[in-house]
């Protein structure tokens, strides 16, 4: 089969690839419909995520038809229109038992890399990194899908591809930043990032019961989206003091609750972006922190930061005293669509949630590294590439 690959940082090949096959009964094969690229691989892409190899098989969202299924899914069939939740769970661990799918304990085969580095084992991702387990991932003609009766999900009918392929991520992944933020009717939510993530955090608060959602990027387009699309006030940091514009909007209390959707790359005007940047080339800390920051200093006394930017190692200037002192809650996580999946199909349904038109690039397999870099440049106003092998 063909497959999208990882060579080196910033060297991506579309190469012929061994097709998957069922390594264990819970398997399922699915032949790749859509697989959209995701802001999460630029990280990868750029050589910040380690254990990366030579040919590994990148892409974790997507949408297919299952194929083949091993002998102890019944579940689905060959045929069923899927998706499946990024991260992979195996359903029957004690995090996976309380819906904690992205601590799983069971599904990820290398754990002592995520021992090493963060104390326990983390659970595995599609496409994401040998430390996240090792699996290709869903840019390639077929993807091998591990505890399928956990982390699949059949698409109803009258929902499209183009609405289904974002619930795989983009979707659940807004949706639990809005949720563990703890949103209470009549806040305002603050969200940094305007990418596929942030704009489904955005609309998610307002799901949620926000009564006004503040959307902050420096890309005229995606806060036009995030305004027009999931009806944002759109603020651009490049020409606006953020944390006074803000004081302003809120009567000088700070936003209720700010999510981050930014995370270890994020871009910044001022001399903290400079000191991030020139450290995180010399290896001396791993994140640009600034967007982070930023919504720890915005936030209200009291108030809740939600953090859904990918994050892997250290952070330099982490303001601790001002969560001390400001009394603040700080959650964090990869997301845990498989509580989600089902809800936000039902949101799509009930015309209450749209995803589609994240979908800015439809694009071959074959165009793959092109969809890459126009995204990671941000050119063409790419929101989104999305393969179709």
Request: charged letters at 20%; a negative charge; one cysteine or more.
């Amino acid at each position: 089969m063909r497959a999208l690959t990882w060579q080196a940082p910033n060297r991506l090949s579309v190469e012929t690839v061994p097709d998957p096959s069922i390594v264990n009964p819970k398997d399922a094969i699915v032949r790749v419909v859509m697989s959209s690229v995701c802001g999460s691989d630029l990280h990868l892409l750029g050589g910040y995520v380690p254990t990366m190899q030579p040919g590994d098989v990148i892409g974790h969202e997507f949408l297919g038809e299952v194929v083949e299924t091993g002998s102890a899914v019944s579940a689905f069939a060959k045929g069923d229109r899927v998706i499946a939740i990024s991260i992979i769970g195996c359903g029957e661990c004690a995090y996976c038992s309380r819906n904690d799918f992205n601590c799983c304990d069971n599904s990820n085969p290398n754990s002592p890399q995520t021992e090493l580095a963060y104390g326990y084992t983390c659970a595995a991702i599609f496409g994401y990194s040998h430390a996240f387990g090792g699996y290709a991932g869903s840019h390639a003609t077929y993807v091998r899908v591990p505890y399928a009766e956990v982390n699949l999900f059949k698409v109803p009918e009258g929902i499209t591809n183009e609405q289904a392929v974002f619930v795989s991520d983009a979707a659940p992944t807004g949706f639990f930043g809005a949720d563990q933020a703890n949103i209470q009717r009549g806040d305002t939510v603050a969200v940094w990032g305007c990418g596929g993530v942030g704009q489904m955090a955005v609309r998610s608060a307002y799901l949620l019961g926000a009564e006004r959602v503040i959307a902050i990027d420096r890309f005229t387009d995606r806060l036009e989206l995030a305004e027009r699309k999931a009806h944002a006030l759109p603020l651009n940091y490049e020409t606006t003091d953020v944390h006074e514009a803000l004081l302003e909007l809120t009567g000088g209390r700070g936003p209720d609750r700010c999510i981050e959707c930014v995370g270890m790359e994020a871009h910044g005007t001022g001399i903290e972006y400079a000191y991030d940047k020139v450290k995180q080339q010399l290896r001396l800390h791993t994140e640009r922190g600034e967007a982070l920051r930023q919504a720890i200093h915005s936030c209200r006394k009291g108030g809740t930061v939600s953090v859904l930017g990918v994050y892997g190692g250290l952070l330099d200037k982490f303001p601790m005293g001002a969560i001390v002192n400001k009394a603040l809650t700080l959650r964090a996580g990869q997301q845990a669509g498989q509580r989600y999946a089902e809800r936000l199909f039902q949101y799509i349904l009930a015309d209450l949630l749209d995803p589609s038109y994240l979908l800015t690039h439809p694009m071959s397999l074959e165009e793959g590294p092109e969809g890459y870099r126009l995204f990671k440049h941000k050119e063409q106003n790419c929101l989104r590439a999305v393969f179709m092998p």
